[in-house]
């Protein structure tokens, strides 16, 4: 009911904007827009999805995107380093960052929300150190793409943009065959046919729809196929390995996981490197969509990144979330964004309506849960 319900408010979204904007909402240019704009916060979501599972919190993640952006700025234009190393180089630097408060979270036992804290004043304070309080412009085209670079294209309509959802559209369907074949071999209850099919038929649908838009605007979008590769690599972490069953294992309860074998110290530990390395990814992201690195870079990020986690599902106690349900609560909040920017919508009132978007999301998270409990 969480997961369908979440998919079901997108799409009155989408629909609800389509008609006040005179269908706007919904142009190609708009689309590919919509997926550039918002990457920095489903990158920041995938991660932080796991690290609220696992009962914690990151506030820190804006600064570390600030600090990565300035890192990778220095290493291409006053280290004289090509742009694919200044890429390397500011994904290890989140990484360590994330070790750095992992260090402190998990063996030293300060929790999260103060560490994380420590951390956003820690590293905004170190952007500002780096970059002087001002800004390095100039970067590399080829670095540049990364935020708003597209694929090489066929032309107008794309054949490559057709082909890759195409392929997107055959792989689902095989998981979907693929999964149920499984269940039914073990004897485990699956869900009725007629519904999954449902289910995966306005899936490929909205897949073809996509790549129609963007094969008559500039094609795929780089960072699209960043997107996919992440939200298949950290589904199947999280549902098929060991380290995704002992994050749900020590958000549903923490002591009951410890008892059970779990080493949850180095569980929380390489959780923050996990969410270190995202922020730096998103990072270079979000740099690479601007153009240049600014101390001011990441505002807020985290913020949006926490919201579209519970609006995506997630339980506010953890133990209770999925990457597809916090990629679809970032696409709300891109959609309200989208919409309301279309609209004219003053910047204060879409912060009125953002933040009551989330109230309502986990207010429904903590109704249902009271009803299942009595």
């Given at each position: 009911?969480?997961q369908y319900?979440?998919l079901?408010a997108l799409?009155?979204?989408i ?11 919904l142009y190609p240019?708009?689309?590919?827009n ?9 990158i ?5 999805v796991?690290?609220?599972?696992a009962?914690?919190?990151d ?8 600090v990565?952006?300035a890192v ?21 630097t989140?990484a360590l960052?994330?070790a ?5 979270v998990?063996?030293?036992?300060i ?8 951390g956003m004043?820690?590293?905004r304070g170190?952007?500002l ?7 390095i ?7 540049n ?5 597209t694929?090489?294209?066929t ?9 890759i959802?195409a392929?997107?559209?055959?792989a689902?369907?095989f998981?979907?065959v693929?999964?149920?074949a499984?269940?039914?071999r ?5 869900e009725?046919?007629v519904s999954?099919w449902?289910?995966?038929?306005i899936?490929?649908a ?18 699209l ?17 060991v380290?995704?069953?002992?994050v749900?294992?020590?958000?549903g ?6 008892m059970?074998g ?9 959780i923050?490197?996990?969410m270190g390395?995202?922020a730096?990814?998103?990072?270079v992201v979000s740099?690479a969509?601007a153009?240049?690195?600014v101390a001011?870079?990441g ?20 133990g ?9 609560g ?6 309200l964004?989208?919409?309301l ?8 009132w879409?912060q009125?309506?953002k ?9 429904f ?8 409990g009595?």
């Amino acid at each position: 009911m969480r997961q369908y319900g979440i998919l079901a408010a997108l799409a009155i979204i989408i629909l609800l904007f389509q008609v006040l904007t005179g269908g706007r909402l919904l142009y190609p240019g708009n689309v590919s827009n919509l997926i550039q704009q918002n990457a920095y916060v489903l990158i920041l979501a995938i991660g932080m999805v796991i690290v609220i599972i696992a009962g914690h919190i990151d506030l820190s993640v804006g600064s570390i995107v600030a600090v990565v952006g300035a890192v990778a700025a220095l290493s291409m234009q006053s280290w004289g380093l090509p742009w694919w190393a200044a890429v390397v180089i500011a994904l290890i630097t989140g990484a360590l960052i994330g070790a750095w408060q992992g260090f402190w979270v998990a063996f030293v036992g300060i929790p999260a929300f103060i560490v994380t804290l420590a951390g956003m004043l820690v590293f905004r304070g170190l952007a500002l150190v780096l970059l002087t309080g001002g800004t390095i412009s100039g970067l590399p085209p080829e670095f540049n793409a990364i935020g708003s670079g597209t694929l090489p294209t066929t032309g107008t309509p794309d054949l490559i943009t057709f082909a890759i959802a195409a392929l997107a559209a055959v792989a689902l369907i095989f998981q979907q065959v693929r999964t149920r074949a499984t269940l039914r071999r073990l004897g485990l209850p699956r869900e009725r046919a007629v519904s999954a099919w449902i289910k995966v038929g306005i899936a490929v649908a909205a897949i073809l729809y996509v790549a129609y838009l963007l094969a008559y605007n500039r094609g795929t979008p780089i960072i699209l196929i960043i997107l996919a590769a992440l939200i298949l690599i950290y589904s199947f972490v999280l549902s098929r390995t060991v380290f995704g069953r002992h994050v749900y294992a020590m958000g549903g309860n923490l002591f009951a996981a410890q008892m059970s074998g779990v080493k949850t110290k180095w569980v929380t530990f390489f959780i923050f490197v996990n969410m270190g390395f995202l922020a730096g990814l998103a990072g270079v992201v979000s740099t690479a969509r601007a153009g240049s690195a600014v101390a001011s870079a990441g505002t807020s990020f985290e913020l949006d990144a926490i919201a579209a986690v519970f609006i995506g599902g997630a339980a506010v106690q953890g133990g209770v979330g999925t990457v597809v349900g916090a990629v679809i609560g970032g696409l709300v909040m891109g959609v309200l964004n989208q919409g309301l920017s279309i609209l004219s919508v003053d910047a204060a009132w879409q912060q009125v309506i953002k933040g009551l978007v989330l109230l309502l999301a986990v207010a429904f998270d903590v109704m249902s849960k009271r009803r299942s409990g009595r």
